[in-house]
Nanobody
Framework: QVQLVESGGGLVQAGGSLRLSCAAS???????MGWFRQAPGKEREFVAS???????TYADSVKGRFTISRDNAKNTVYLQMNSLKPDDTAEYYC????????????WGQGTQVTVSS
């Protein structure tokens, strides 16, 4: 039903910035969009989410540095990442869920973010 494709990952130096994009196809009306990340050997963790109306939440580890936004007309969600740290290195995944469900139902394939020290 919903397909998600991430882009924008790459290699950056500590303190640098990247903007990730997630293009969605299919019906995304009223979906909550989120970003997750997974470092090698570690579990996937929540990064940020944004509701259809624009309400956003962030993991404590990225508050003040990352900003999630979405353009509903373009079916695209973004993650602006500033002041990147080596600990931010991970595969970043775009995800979506219905607002009335607890689990994210749709996932992208991921985009790699590597932050060098």
């Amino acid at each position: 039903q919903v397909q998600l494709v991430e882009s924008g990952g790459g290699l950056v130096q500590a303190g640098g910035s990247l903007r990730l994009s997630c293009a969605a196809s299919g019906r995304t009306f009223s979906l909550v969009m989120g970003w997750f990340r997974q470092a090698p050997g570690k579990e996937r963790e929540f990064v940020a989410s944004a509701s259809w109306s624009g309400s956003s939440t962030y993991a404590d580890s990225v508050k003040g540095r990352f900003t999630i936004s979405r353009d509903n007309a373009k079916n695209t969600v973004y993650l602006q990442m500033n002041s990147l740290k080596p600990d931010d290195t991970a595969e970043y995944y775009c995800a979506a869920k219905h607002s009335f469900r607890s689990d994210y139902d749709y996932w992208g394939q991921g985009t790699q973010v590597t932050v060098s020290s």
